[in-house]
Nanobody
Framework: QLQLVESGGGLVQPGGSLRLSCAAS????????IGWFRQAPGKEREGVSC????????NYVDSVKGRFTISRDNAKNTIYLQMNSLKPEDTAIYFC??????????????????????WGQGTQVTVSS
């Protein structure tokens, strides 16, 4: 049984920071590419960041480059999304997801929700004054 559980969301003022965590169970994290996605009301689910199973390849949507950092702690079977300099437009439900697929395309050309096989329940991030 595969399971991902996000935590760390909440309400933060513009310019603030949050660190989202995604704890994995039922599988070993280091064998999977991991993506963070977000979905705001009325919008399609958007890929935010991705890291390959090797950790060599990472990708970020342009709107978060320089502000967000994806990482993982394999010993804890957990991935993180450090979010700095948060903006109101970052407000969304954030999901982590995993795929057994490999290769650069997983985090680039093929970085889309259908490619990812296991999903967390999401955690709400609200950036507001």
């Amino acid at each position: 049984q595969l399971q991902l559980v996000e935590s760390g969301g909440g309400l933060v003022q513009p310019g603030g920071s949050l660190r989202l965590s995604c704890a994995a169970s039922g599988f070993t994290l280091r064998y999977y590419a991991i993506g963070w996605f977000r979905q705001a009301p009325g919008k399609e689910r958007e890929g935010v960041s991705c890291i390959s199973s090797s950790g060599i390849i990472t990708n970020y949507v342009d709107s978060v480059k320089g502000r967000f950092t994806i990482s993982r702690d394999n010993a804890k079977n957990t991935i993180y999304l450090q979010m700095n300099s948060l903006k109101p437009e970052d407000t969304a439900i954030y999901f982590c997801a995993a795929t057994q697929k490999s290769g650069r395309a997983v985090c680039y050309e093929n970085f889309h929700p259908p490619v990812f096989e296991s999903w967390g329940q999401g955690t709400q991030v609200t950036v507001s004054s």
